[in-house]
């Protein structure tokens, strides 16, 4: 069977007709409780999903469909928050759209003190809490994937849900200190002093000064006073 078309035949089997709006909500209710609760929880492990009929439509007016002529599609299945239902009778033919909420709870990093930029993140200044991320942009940190490590790379109210557009790496290298260069090229390890030409995070490439000879190359960054170039 087609996972996007839910047959009534195989959810209310009793009903020889969908002939009124008890009947048809009770049709969609089972939709979302069969076929879209357990989609989601697919694509979203150990979350909680909620979802919610964005009005009470009355269907009342819509003629009386059999049961192996009503289908039912999630016109959008990767929208996260907001998407719609299209309900369909093939004879008599109609088509009634039936918009809808969803809600995607997962436990997620949470700011439980105002964070400056540049500051440091920590389990000081964040706790683990459920969040609805259909309302987030940007990917979640969770208790597999913590923020630590991470600096705030702007202000971060209280309360605010800490996600990858908030953070980025710190600054290891500053511009100006003197660092080691080591150059590798397979079995031959080679090093020499150097000067950090600009600011550097951990693995970003940077211009270092080799002291000694002059010449400005790029190396990539490996720890506070360490730079590797690969020949």
């Known amino acids: 069977m087609n996972k ?21 909500q009770r049709y969609i209710t089972d939709f979302i409780e069969h076929h879209e609760k357990p989609r989601l929880a697919e ?14 439509a ?15 599609i ?26 809808v909420n969803q809600m995607i709870l997962l436990e997620a990093y949470v700011a439980i003190t105002p964070i400056s930029r540049k500051q440091p993140i920590s389990s000081h200044n964040t706790d683990l809490i459920q969040v609805d991320i259909t309302k987030l942009r940007g990917d979640i940190y969770n208790k ?17 849900v800490i996600t990858d557009k908030l953070t980025e790496l710190p ?18 390890s080679v090093r020499m002093n150097g000067e950090s030409l600009e600011n550097g995070t951990l693995g970003q490439q940077i211009r270092v000064k080799n002291i000694s000879s002059g010449r400005i190359v790029y190396g990539k960054v490996v720890s506070s006073n360490e730079i590797l170039v690969n020949y």
Do not use: H
């Open 74 to 99: 999630n016109s959008r299945q990767d929208a996260q928050k907001r998407t719609t239902y299209t309900v369909e009778c093939f004879a008599p033919a109609w088509k009634f759209y039936v918009p």
């Open 4 to 24: 996007k078309i839910f047959s009534l035949v195989s959810i209310i089997c009793s009903f020889s007709s969908v002939s009124s709006a008890t009947d048809l």
């Open 171 to 188: 600054i290891i290298v500053k511009k100006g200190s003197r660092v080691m260069i080591k150059a590798q090229s397979n079995a031959i």
């Open 58 to 72: 009355d269907f009342s007016y819509l003629p009386t469909c059999s049961e192996e002529n009503l289908s039912i």
């Open 43 to 56: 694509l979203y492990p150990q979350a909680d999903v909620n979802i919610e009929l964005e009005n009470r």
């Open 144 to 160: 597999e994937n913590p923020p630590f490590g991470f600096v705030a790379s702007r202000n971060i109210n209280i309360n605010t």
